[in-house]
């Protein structure tokens, strides 16, 4: 009753959990590797943001283990009081040196980092002109700062391009993800840098899917692009690539100063734990020492978009190891991801309104470590569900 009866007539989950086709908080009973334990059972997982496969990489845990011996499991307090140790700072370095920016900042998770740097930097009377899809993380920072907001419609320039013009006397940063993570495509950030030789404005990329994966030397979709010097501001997350769970966000120094010194979600945060800290610190040597897991990633991301696309299935604009499977009704893609685990593969529904209406997605992700076995266990399962519900012949 009262304030909580909002949450008592929230029946949407019951609906679906009595039609025995719930998807979600499915418990996985092992680590994050190519193939995992559910009901005792191997399940091949393409559902997974470990791209690289680096959560179970023997360095990476080794120096989670031996920071925690050193430091301990906490800092007991935020960064901006008693919570930096040295790790802190020499990981703040190394991502300032690996972005090629001039200072970065280390925030407790992706999600804060965005809710932080967008509340901070937008200002009363400055404008955020946003992608229509952008993740829900910058959704909320530009709900929380004191500037305005503008759309635009999702990769279309001309919209963007219409937008920046009908903002021409304010101050403007341009926000969007380097890599969509429901949709796998990508942000033309060479296209949104040009649109500076109109108007004046700074750019943001939102690059946690893109981290590790694009570029010549796995620096993102900035490298991919050839605009590293052109875009102001760089966030990522540990949570793909990098193995463990964190964010970050990478910048002049000035940004980084006064972010540092405003920016709320930080400061009122506590640290980061130093197995984290440790973690992503060996995540990053081994990106630039081991340049062939990229190249595999890549390998087993081309044959699965070729393969999918073979099949008859509809993969959208997918350009990263996010490729999307368009089902359409929302009810058939929770009834799809459950009949795929069924077969052996575990996959993800994304719904309205993390979709436009009517274009559910069973989302699948490629990691590194798959083998062609793996993948042939994926491409058996999608042929065998897609044909027994319509989507392929």
């Known amino acids: 009753m009262g304030i909580f009866e909002k949450c008592s007539n929230y029946k949407d989950p019951d609906k679906v959990m009595a039609a025995g086709i719930y998807p979600y908080f499915r418990m996985i009973e092992s680590q994050q590797d190519p193939v995992v334990m559910m009901d005792s059972r191997e399940v091949v997982m393409c559902g997974s943001n470990n791209y690289l496969g680096l959560t179970s990489h023997p360095k990476v845990k080794e120096a989670a283990i031996e920071a925690i011996r050193k430091y301990g499991t906490g800092c007991a307090g935020s960064r901006f009081l ?47 002109v946003s992608d229509r899809l952008n993740h ?23 919209d963007l391009d219409r937008v920046l013009e009908g903002e021409a006397d304010r101050n403007k940063i341009v926000v969007v993800d380097g890599v969509f993570s429901m949709e796998g495509d990508l942000s033309p950030l060479d296209e949104i840098v040009a649109l500076r030789k109109k108007h004046e404005f700074g750019i943001m990329v939102d690059d946690a899917h893109g981290v590790g994966v694009l570029g010549k030397t796995g620096r993102g979709a900035a490298e991919h692009f050839e605009v590293e010097d052109d875009v102001d501001i760089i966030m990522g997350t540990y949570s793909k690539s990098l193995a463990t769970i964190g964010g970050f966000v990478a910048a002049s ?36 020492q081991e340049p062939e897991r990229r190249e595999k990633l890549w390998a087993n991301t081309e044959r699965m978009m070729r393969e ?86």
């Open 308 to 393: 999918f696309k073979a099949l008859g299935f509809d993969i959208g604009d997918a350009a990263s190891p996010i490729i999307p499977i368009v089902v359409g009704d929302d009810m058939l893609a929770f009834k799809v991801a459950l009949m795929l685990q069924e077969e052996g593969v575990f996959a993800n529904p994304v719904i309205t309104p993390a979709t436009p209406p009517g274009r559910a997605l069973i989302r699948t992700s490629y990691m590194a470590t798959h083998t062609d076995e793996h993948l042939d266990r994926v491409l058996e399962a999608f042929e065998k569900v897609g044909k027994q519900v319509g989507l392929i012949q």
């Open 253 to 288: 120094e000035d940004i980084i100063k006064y972010l540092k010194h405003i920016s709320r979600s930080m400061m009122f945060s506590a640290s980061l734990a130093p197995a984290l800290v440790a973690a992503v610190n060996a995540a990053l040597d081994i990106i630039d």
């Open 82 to 128: 008693n919570g930096t140790l040295d790790i802190h700072v020499e990981l703040e370095e190394k991502l300032a040196h690996f972005f090629r920016k001039e200072a970065a900042l280390v925030y407790a998770t992706g999600y804060q980092t965005n809710l932080g740097v967008l509340s901070t930097v937008v200002g009363r009377g400055d404008v955020a």
């Open 136 to 158: 829900a993380s910058i959704v909320d920072g530009l709900r929380l700062s004191l500037g305005e907001v503008r759309k635009f419609k999702h990769n279309d320039m001309e």
